[in-house]
């Protein structure tokens, strides 16, 4: 059974940091690419951060571009967002996500693969 477990969520202040953990199982992930989304309710999945199947390449939302940064452990089947400069509008549940390829898309259809989510709280 696949699966990708997301955590590291919860609630800090403004300008405060946290690192969110997603780790796969079930399958080899080591050739995907894989991203982070985020969804706040009545909004559609956003893109937030991908990085390709060896890190080479990495991508982000305008949004977040200078604060998170992404990276990824191919033994430990593991990918991180580091967010720094935390901001009340980044308010939402965190989604990981993989998909078969090497490509990074920013369209949540994309990817074949999801975790639960994990909740990232902003307070001002």
């Known amino acids: 059974q696949v699966q990708l477990v997301e955590s590291g969520g919860g609630l800090v202040q403004a300008g405060g940091s946290l690192r969110l953990s997603c780790t796969a199982s079930g399958r080899t992930f080591n050739t995907d690419a894989m991203s982070w989304f985020r969804q706040v309710p009545g909004k559609e999945r956003e893109f937030v951060a991908g990085?390709?199947?060896?890190?080479?390449?990495?991508s982000y939302a305008d949004s977040v571009k200078g604060r998170f940064t992404i990276s990824r452990d191919n033994v430990k089947n593991t990918v991180y967002l580091q967010m720094n400069s935390l901001k009340p509008e980044d308010t939402a549940v965190y989604y990981c996500?993989?998909?078969?390829?090497?490509?990074?898309?920013?369209?949540?259809?994309?990817?074949?693969?999801w975790g639960q989510g994990t909740q990232v709280t902003v307070s001002s």
């Open positions: 996500a993989a998909r078969r390829g090497t490509t990074i898309y920013r369209s949540a259809s994309w990817y074949e693969y």
């Open positions: 990085i390709s199947w060896n890190g080479g390449s990495t």
